[in-house]
Each structure stands twice: as structure tokens, then as C-alpha cells.
């Protein structure tokens, strides 16, 4: 792995005939973190997160690996998309209340028969049948398992509020219901544990907080996989065929696999590695996607002013959502400012050694968000920009 000066000066090289603002991925970097993913899956198959990559070319590359297989969307709208493209399994892990594609979905055998959507309530039944404007086929159904871990009576939850449903019977009763629904097929069953896949164990200078996630997530992990086992057998009582049962995320492949109801994991942030995947202690990644804003001001000595860059990442508003200035190392944000809309003024030691012109390369907090600011990823091997990409944004399509 090369150092961090060795980095700067390769990804400056490799974009010095083009103009920041601009957005690369080393694939090099992309490459080393999907085997490490294949690694951790342990033989089950690796369901790719498209939230995190939001790049067609690159779905197709990580896809063409060995060791992964479908993908996992985030709106209707994006899994017909890429069903109409070619991806012929494609798991919509949200429910969706998007009636206009429901139609399209039931009127078109190719789509329903590459598309799985997401139910943890009969009222969605209801909504999609209501939207099937005569279509006719048959709507291949993915039931949810809420994952959260309750404790003192349910009087303490931690997790995602997602689904409703927790426990063996519910599930095995909204089975039934599908089954008994004509126009629907059960076909898998999912279950994201975030907080022990999307929460670091690790976090930096806080070592009393770090021991305190790890006793949270060991526990989470007992729980769910006790419990999760249980569902599985309830479902598949109900639906003896059932054709996958997909957990976990990055930073949690390792575990979910362990557990023998799981047949597939979920994973998509583990292959752009952004800063809030810096603090585990279960795995490490190779930073592949990062931000280069050039230097346009020198306000005085140790600060640098960049254009833009105040691009936060979803969730809990906090500094943790904010991009990191990466490269040259020992920038860090004006308190008073932070991260603008046209301007990032940074300060640091370094300030002193960029020029006009310069480049400060940054990592985005979240994984596929990043996508969002740009119509193209450069794709970067060695210190040569190989190929371009055009984001989802850069095909016209903004999902959310």
C-alpha cells in the first residue's frame, strides 16, 4: 500500500489534464477492498448495496467478480432502471409506495421476474395492488425482520426503526398472508442489523465509548442471530422454498456469516471505504473514493481557501457527516465556518506549501452520497486516469 504522499502525488498526476472540482475512484483501491469483502463473506454471496456505489459501470465491475451476486436497491424507480438494463436480481430493500412503477412492475414479465420488493405490512399489498393497472404478473415479495436489540423490557432500543416486525410468528403470519394473496410470491427474507454493521467499534480517542459499542454490538449479535434463526424456520414452514436470506453490511460481514439461516450478505460502502468505515476494529479498507477541490485563495499564513466542498453526508447531524480533508495530510476545518456551499476555507501547517491552483483531495463521509455532487467518476490506475464513468446523477437520474 503506498503512503499517503505517494497517493496525493499519484492522484495529482493522474487528473493533471483535468479541472477541479472532480470526483475519482482508485480502482486499484475498489479491487483490493472487493476481495477483502469476498474474503470476509466466507463463500455465501455478496449482495451489492447500490446506495454506496451509485456508478452503473462500476455495479457491473464489482458484479463480474467471483463472490458476488444481485443487487441491492434503494427506490422502485432505480430497480426497474437497472432491471431495464441488464442486472437481472435486484432486491428493493425499502418498501415503496411509487404507484406508476408498481404498474410497470406488473405489467412486465422481464421486470417482475428480476425485481424483488420489500413488505413488512399488508397495507402494502393492498397499495400495489391498487396500482396494478391491469397488470397481471406475478410481484415477487421480500419479507423484513426488524433487527434492533430492546432491552430492559423493550424500554431501551438500539437500532434502526425499520421494520415492525420482530418476532417468529409475525413473520410467519404475513408469510401467509402473501401466500394466500393471489399475485405474490414470498421469495426471501431480510434482516440489516446497522448498528453493528454501520457502527464503528472504535472510535478515535474515545476508548470508554469503544468498549461500550462493542459490549452493545456483542449482544446484538447473540440476539439477533438466536432470533433470526427462529424466523427463518417460522418463514420457511410457510414457504418451504424460500430462496434467500440476506443480513449484514460491511461492517458486519464476518458475523452474519457465521450464522447458518443467513444465506447471502449485504455490502456496497466496503468498496468506496469512506471516512466513517475508518473505526473498526474488525476489518480495514483502502480509501477508493475521494474529492479533489482546488486551492482559489491564501488569506494569510496557514489557511488555504477551496472552492466548495460542503457536502454532508445523511443521518444524525453531527461533524462525523462532514467530508475530511485527506490529502496533503494535517488540514482541518475553520470552526467557525466548516464545510461551505462555495467555500472551504482549511487551516493546518500544510496551507502554507499549496498553491492557487492546487488540489486538496477529500474523503466523503458516507459511501455513495458522493455521487450525488458529481456527473462523473474518473477511474484512477496507477497515475493514470483510465476510464470515466457517469454517476447515477451523470445518466439524468437523481432517485431520492
Request: charged share 25%; proline share 6%; glycine share 12%.
Amino acid at each position: 500500500m503506498n503512503s499517503p504522499a505517494a497517493d496525493r502525488a499519484r492522484y495529482d498526476r493522474a487528473t493533471a489534464h483535468l479541472d477541479a472540482p472532480l470526483a475519482i475512484v482508485d480502482l486499484d483501491a475498489f479491487d483490493a477492498n472487493a476481495d477483502d469483502l469476498v474474503r470476509r463473506a466466507g463463500g455465501k454471496p455478496v449482495r451489492v448495496a447500490s446506495k454506496s456505489v451509485r456508478c452503473r459501470a462500476l455495479l457491473e465491475r464489482v458484479l463480474a467478480r467471483p463472490g458476488f451476486a444481485g443487487i441491492m436497491s434503494y427506490t422502485l424507480a432505480e430497480s426497474l432502471w437497472l432491471a431495464r438494463s441488464g442486472f437481472e436480481d435486484v432486491l428493493l430493500a425499502y418498501p415503496s409506495a411509487d404507484r406508476a412503477g408498481f404498474a410497470e412492475l406488473a405489467n412486465d414479465a422481464k421486470l417482475a421476474g428480476a425485481v424483488t420488493v420489500m413488505v413488512d405490512d399488508p397495507a402494502q399489498l393492498e397499495l400495489i395492488d391498487g396500482a396494478r393497472d391491469g397488470g397481471a404478473e406475478e410481484i415477487r415479495v421480500c419479507l423484513e425482520l426488524d433487527t434492533a436489540l430492546q432491552l430492559f423490557g423493550g424500554r431501551v432500543r438500539v437500532g434502526a426503526r425499520r421494520s415492525p416486525l420482530r418476532e417468529p410468528a409475525q413473520l410467519a403470519a404475513l408469510a401467509r398472508t402473501v401466500c394466500a394473496r393471489p399475485g405474490f410470491r414470498v421469495v426471501g427474507l431480510m434482516a440489516y442489523e446497522g448498528h453493528v454493521a454501520g457502527v464503528g467499534d472504535a472510535p478515535a480517542g474515545r476508548p470508554l465509548r469503544s468498549r461500550a459499542i462493542r459490549l452493545m454490538q456483542g449482544a446484538a449479535r447473540r440476539e439477533l442471530a438466536a432470533r433470526r434463526a427462529e424466523v427463518v424456520r417460522a418463514v420457511r414452514a410457510v414457504v418451504p422454498d424460500l430462496e434467500f436470506v440476506n443480513g449484514g453490511g460491511t461492517g458486519s460481514v464476518q458475523y452474519t456469516v457465521a450464522e447458518d439461516a443467513v444465506t447471502e450478505v449485504a455490502a456496497g460502502s466496503g468498496l468506496y471505504v469512506p471516512r466513517l468505515f475508518d473505526n473498526y476494529t474488525s476489518f480495514s479498507g483502502r480509501p477508493a473514493a475521494l474529492f479533489a477541490q482546488p486551492v482559489v485563495r491564501r488569506p494569510g499564513v496557514g489557511v488555504v481557501t477551496v472552492l466548495g466542498g460542503g457536502y454532508p453526508a445523511s443521518g444524525a447531524a453531527g461533524a462525523d457527516r462532514l467530508p475530511v480533508p485527506y490529502l496533503p495530510r494535517g488540514l482541518r476545518y475553520d470552526p467557525q465556518e466548516g464545510a461551505g456551499e462555495v467555500q472551504t476555507p482549511l487551516l493546518g501547517g500544510p496551507a502554507d506549501d499549496l498553491l492557487i491552483g492546487d488540489r486538496v483531495w477529500f474523503r466523503h463521509a458516507k459511501a455513495g452520497e458522493l455521487c450525488e455532487r458529481f456527473d462523473t467518476l474518473h477511474l484512477v490506475e496507477g497515475d493514470r486516469v483510465t476510464a470515466t464513468a457517469p454517476t447515477y446523477r451523470g445518466e439524468g437520474r437523481t432517485f431520492l
